[in-house]
């Protein structure tokens, strides 16, 4: 489903070995982010929409992955939440 | 057995059939009680909902899953706070004024936790749809969950270091604490759907980030790994949160378009009080952080003007505004870290934290982060008190601000666009006079002067002498109303507060580490390990 919003939705994620692996889902399913690195925490930015697969999360994890295990090292969001079984999407509706 | 054997296992449910069942399937109408009688708050603010059925919670976070993850969270927090502690972790920070932050946090900011577990409490109550009153159960325990491990973190800390052992005792009496204090039971006094605006949505969604990212993240920058922890820990329950807060955003304004102006009006308020209190991030970002991630006003860039930005682009399609006082915001974010550390500087021998210029290293990164005002503005007035401390005669106020009606911090602010004019705001009401430090907090007051004519300001309560242990005697020939209400607030004086150098935090440090209390200044005792050659030490000894 596209959205016409271009504004920026984010997800940070403490940066450790947790994360590495949802880190490169996001990018390969999101050619778009922009990944910042700070101390101790990555911001990834978006423009309009970001998802996270539950299926690239485990390509790159090598291990079935549910994604609510996100909560675990989830620092913070912007953007309307969509979660189901397969993909955890943020996302600006308006313009 | 064959045939048992044969059929087919019930079919595993959907996240989002799991969580409707647990949602819409345990909950049950009432036979033999009137609803209004058991949610007894809903109407009174106006707010109308025609069908609870409609919340729809993203997370969809079942019980077992929760208690899963928030194990799984508190396994990982605890093996680090427990690393730290073995290892004297307190002693591995940037330097010991790092640690007057902590103190800023666990005597201000802690017992918002557990306001809030308090708040959501209520909610979890009173609520009639069982969706958000799960939502709200489960918050109310990742608030008590936030105090408890704060308390446990920082108590390492005040092991060694003054000002974090009486921080209960303390949030009820110091002058500057009833700043968070009243923040937060202007809230939890407030209706439901206000608390739930002001806190899940402008408070949580708007603000927060900004205490538990850029901040927590220099935390981490200075070497400070069990505070980061708890922070980052806090902050992943807080995400869960800051959706509570824009799914009732977006449920209270499809429900009915009367309660469009009553969301607009709460955001605007709650907007101004929750970024007045945070504006004391300011002043730990700015000035508190030995080793620095980012300066305020980027961080304002980036989480308010940016991502709030964002998120009322999207509210729009409601007729929901951006919060009316956000362009003061953004007008002050280069003068408000710097307003506000001169006003605990004056104040240093009434706070519980210690107080320190800033060195010339600090004014240089000050001048580059804040070209447009701190060399203009503040580096003058900063060099005339270092001056005036180099002549044994440093500046200090004897006396206590004058305190905002609604936001309780000293009226410290300046105009808009006039940084050299305080700004100073009344109110008539019932014939007396109240004052306000700006437009903001006035609007506020303006709306509803019933509540906060009942504000206890602590600065015209001390001066009323109903700030004084028992047995203290006002007429008393050697009466000093200052250390008597000091002592009330349980603060002593210079041990907790005063002047950084010279402070048992910073000879302690020193004395235990062998390194500056205080990294741009060098040494201020001999304990602290010569690095020079023996060559240089000789000569300098012995010039």
Redesign the interface.
């Known amino acids: 489903m596209a959205t016409t919003s271009t504004q920026p939705v984010f997800i940070a994620l403490q940066a450790n070995n947790d994360t590495l692996p949802i880190i490169e889902a996001i990018r390969q399913d999101n050619p778009q982010a922009v990944v910042h690195d700070y101390p101790a925490m990555v911001k990834i930015d978006c423009p309009g929409r970001l998802v996270i697969r539950r299926e690239t999360v485990e390509e790159h994890l090598g291990r079935a992955f549910d994604l609510r295990e996100i909560q675990v090292n989830m620092i913070s969001i912007a953007g309307n939440v969509d979660e189901s079984e397969d993909e955890f999407t943020l996302e600006w509706k308006s313009a | 057995m064959a045939a048992e054997g044969n059929a087919k296992p019930a079919k595993k449910l959907?996240?989002?059939e799991n969580y409707a069942l647990l949602t819409r399937g345990l909950g049950w109408e009432p036979s033999y009680e009137k609803k209004e009688d058991i949610f007894r708050y809903i109407h009174f603010e106006g707010v109308k909902i025609h069908d609870w059925d409609k919340w729809e919670d993203?997370?969809?976070?079942t019980m077992d899953?929760y208690w899963k993850?928030q194990g799984?969270?508190e396994r990982?927090l605890y093996a680090i706070v427990d690393a730290f502690q073995q290892h004297n972790g307190q002693f591995n920070v940037t330097d010991a004024r790092y640690v007057q932050a902590l103190k800023v946090f666990i005597n201000g900011i802690t017992e918002l936790e557990y306001d809030s577990h308090r708040g959501f409490n209520i909610l979890a109550r009173e609520f009639p749809g069982v969706g958000p009153r799960i939502a709200a159960q489960m918050q109310s325990l990742d608030e008590l969950r936030h105090a408890t491990t704060q308390i446990h973190t920082i108590s390492q800390y005040a092991k060694y270091f003054t000002g974090m052992n009486e921080f209960p005792y303390q949030f009820d009496r110091v002058w500057y604490l009833s700043i968070p204090k009243s923040f937060f039971e202007d809230a939890v006094t407030s209706g439901p759907f206000e608390f739930i605006v002001a806190i899940s949505f402008a408070f949580e969604y708007v603000l927060t980030?900004l205490a538990?990212?850029?901040w927590?993240?220099?935390a981490?920058?200075n070497g400070d790994m069990a505070t980061?922890s708890f922070g980052?820990s806090a902050?992943?329950d807080?995400?869960?949160h800051?959706?509570l807060g824009?799914e009732v955003i977006?449920f209270l304004l499809e429900q009915d378009p009367g309660n469009v102006p009553l969301v607009q009006k709460w955001i605007d308020k709650w907007f101004w009080r929750g970024y007045r209190l945070l504006s004391l991030l300011a002043t730990m970002m700015d000035y508190m952080l030995p080793k620095r991630?980012m300066a305020w006003n980027e961080a304002w860039e980036i989480y308010y003007e940016?991502?709030g930005?964002?998120?009322f682009?999207?509210?729009?399609?409601y007729g929901i505004k951006p919060p009316k006082r956000a362009p003061e915001t953004i007008a002050e974010k280069g003068h408000v870290a710097h307003q506000m550390w001169s006003v605990f500087y004056a104040n240093r021998d009434a706070v519980g934290f210690q107080m320190w210029l800033p060195s010339d290293e600090e004014m240089a990164w000050m001048s580059e982060k804040y070209p447009d005002t701190f060399d203009q503005y503040y580096r003058p007035r900063y060099e005339y008190w270092k001056a005036q401390e180099a002549a044994g005669t440093p500046f200090r106020n004897t006396t206590l601000p004058q305190l905002c009606q609604v936001c309780q911090w000293p009226c410290l602010f300046t105009e808009s666009g006039d940084p050299t004019t305080l700004s100073l705001r009344e109110s008539e009401y019932r014939g007396q006079t109240f004052h306000m430090c700006s437009d903001g907090c006035k609007d506020i007051f303006d709306d509803t002067p019933e509540k906060y004519v009942h504000a206890w300001l602590p600065v015209h309560q001390i001066y009323q002498g109903n700030c004084f242990l028992p047995g203290v005697d006002p007429t008393a020939p050697d009466f000093n109303p200052m250390v008597e209400a000091l002592r009330y607030m349980g603060i002593k004086p210079g041990v907790d507060g005063g002047d950084f150098k010279g402070s048992a935090d910073a000879t302690n440090w020193e004395k235990w580490t062998s390194r500056p209390a205080n990294i741009h200044e060098g040494a201020y005792t001999d304990a602290v390990r010569d690095t020079a050659s023996p060559a240089d030490v000789g000569a300098r000894k012995a010039g």
């Open positions: 959907s996240l989002k993203p997370f969809r976070l899953a993850y799984e969270k990982k980030n538990f990212m850029p927590m993240s220099g981490a920058f980061v980052f902050q992943s807080e995400a869960r800051m959706t824009i977006k991630v940016q991502n930005g964002a998120l682009a999207d509210l729009a399609r």
